[in-house]
């Protein structure tokens, strides 16, 4: 749908992209607080059923609308995100609506504070709708006291972890954009489930200062939203060094909007055939070939490659998260174990008992692995991925047993994120196609270190001439 489409109703203003709700506002066809009451009202029909929102600040949504209105009526103009409904996982801190990370035992933990991310969001003139539900501590699965999002193109399937509310409230028109974070994977699940676009930046080109951890040299905060352009707008505003964040990257931010424009013939996409098509399941490897198709004809060149997935990933990855979460929950754990839901405790308990030995041999594969990723990357300006090698679950939760590193379905599902997280590259999501169920199914291009605005191009680029970005659930069955 176009924002310029004449006799534009209310009632459609939800199922545009940010982009286009941003053009629609400065364009004066419709004000911030048009659309944010248009948002609400879906967020009113249908997150009864769908429970993306763990708390709704409806009230303070519409007075920031209104000053955005008069702003804008003013001739104040904050950037592309001023006046656009948004909304934050419940692991951002905020001053005006309690943060609990997923956790029964912090419903209600007021901090006084905003995170870097909440306050950057607001001075760029965003309306924060509420705070969104997640997986317990940003881990695999929801605590059992505390609503599960639903996928809004099938109940039935998994909705992603840990930014599931991220996800679905994006899908279903209930934001414009919403804040994810990524651990092992935790951006580019919902984003894949859900059928929209999700960026997972280079390690602190996004500050976590006041947002809750699961492991603080794996975890990345991020944008989640329709398209590449959406994303873009997004880390633009959010990305950047922080003096309350000495991990966050100093480097100038680009324009990662401008980024978004022109050709991208010449550009070199690696892939693994191997890995991520012959031994894809073949809904997936079928995606997967389609974005090479499209990639290939609009110039960029596929090159062969062999990128390492040692069999042991999932084990290391599992120690390295497991001592940096018994870190981030000291003081709460095990004094308040009874708060807690198995998943997590378990990996807590995990956490306690690994010894020096184990976590320095894990920081030093690490290292290793982080090597051989740059070596086969050499020479490439991403490399394409499936985000799982099969179809989406069908589950709310995906529970890991920490002692092995080898849940249900733990070792498929990491098998494509964690090399991101591990070295901490920038991976871009986008929707690639819908599986039998009526799923989306989503891919991934991983770059280098400091190369969103190339991803940012290769995904604008794809969405230039795809419409799967552009496809919208049928929100019926929650109504």
């Known amino acids: 749908m176009n924002a310029h489409t004449p006799n534009l109703s209310t009632r459609d203003i939800p199922d545009l992209s940010l982009m286009d709700t941003s053009r629609l506002i400065a364009s004066g066809q419709a004000t911030p607080l048009d659309v944010t009451q248009a948002v609400l009202k879906r967020v009113s029909e249908v997150d009864g059923a769908l429970t993306a929102y763990i708390a709704l600040t409806a009230d303070r949504a519409l007075a920031q609308a209104q000053t955005a209105t008069d ?16 909304a934050l996982k419940d ?22 504070r905003n995170a870097t991310v909440t306050t950057r969001l607001e001075q760029a003139g965003c309306v924060t709708i509420g705070k969104l539900g997640m997986t317990e501590g940003a881990y695999s699965g929801h605590n059992d006291k505390m609503a599960v999002p639903k996928n809004p193109w099938n109940s039935k399937l998994w909705a992603g972890s840990s930014s599931s509310g991220s996800g679905v409230s994006v899908a279903a028109g209930m934001a414009f954009g919403a ?19 999700g960026m997972k930046g280079t390690w602190g080109r996004v500050s976590r200062h006041g947002v809750f951890a699961l492991a603080d040299s794996l975890d990345h905060v991020g944008p989640m939203a329709r398209s590449a352009e959406d994303c873009a707008a997004v880390m633009t505003a959010i990305a950047g060094a922080d003096v309350s964040d000495p991990t966050a990257l100093m480097a ?4 990662y909007l401008a980024a978004c424009a022109g050709p991208i013939r010449g550009m070199r996409i690696g892939i693994d055939r191997a890995a991520v098509i012959d ?28 990128f390492p997935f040692p069999a042991d990933a999932v084990d290391q990855w599992t120690v390295l998260c497991a001592i940096e979460v018994a870190l981030a929950h000291q003081g709460r754990f095990p004094e308040q174990r009874d708060g807690y839901a198995p998943h997590l405790s378990e990996l807590l308990d995990y956490g306690l008992s690994l010894t020096a030995k184990d976590v320095g041999a894990a920081m030093q594969w690490r290292l290793v692995y982080n090597g051989s990723v740059a070596r086969a990357m050499h020479g490439l300006d991403a490399v394409l991925f499936p985000i799982t090698s099969g179809p989406m679950p069908e589950l709310d939760n995906i529970y890991g047993a920490p002692t092995a590193g080898k849940g249900e379905n733990l ?9 991101a997280d591990f070295t901490g590259c920038p991976s871009l999501t986008l929707p690639g196609g819908f599986d039998s169920r009526g799923g989306p199914i989503g891919f991934q291009l991983m770059g280098h270190a400091l190369t969103e605005d190339k991803l940012f191009k290769l995904g604008a680029a794809f969405q230039r001439v795809t419409d799967f970005h552009t496809k919208r659930p049928d929100l019926t069955p929650f109504r």
């Open 252 to 255: 100038p931010v680009p324009d």
């Open 279 to 306: 031994g894809a399941a073949p809904e997936t490897a079928a995606v997967i070939a389609e974005a090479i198709a499209v990639y290939e004809s609009l110039g960029a060149q596929i090159v062969p490659m062999s």
């Open 71 to 86: 702003e804008r009526a003013a001739g104040m103009d904050r950037g592309p995100l001023h006046g656009i409904p948004f």
């Open 411 to 419: 070792g498929d599902m990491l098998k494509f994120t964690a090399p």
């Open 179 to 197: 804040i994810g974070s990524d651990t092992g994977g935790s951006i580019r699940f919902p984003s894949g489930c859900n059928g929209i676009t």
């Open 91 to 112: 692991l951002c801190e905020t001053d005006f609506a309690p943060t609990s990370a997923g956790l029964a035992l912090l419903r209600n933990n007021q901090t006084g």
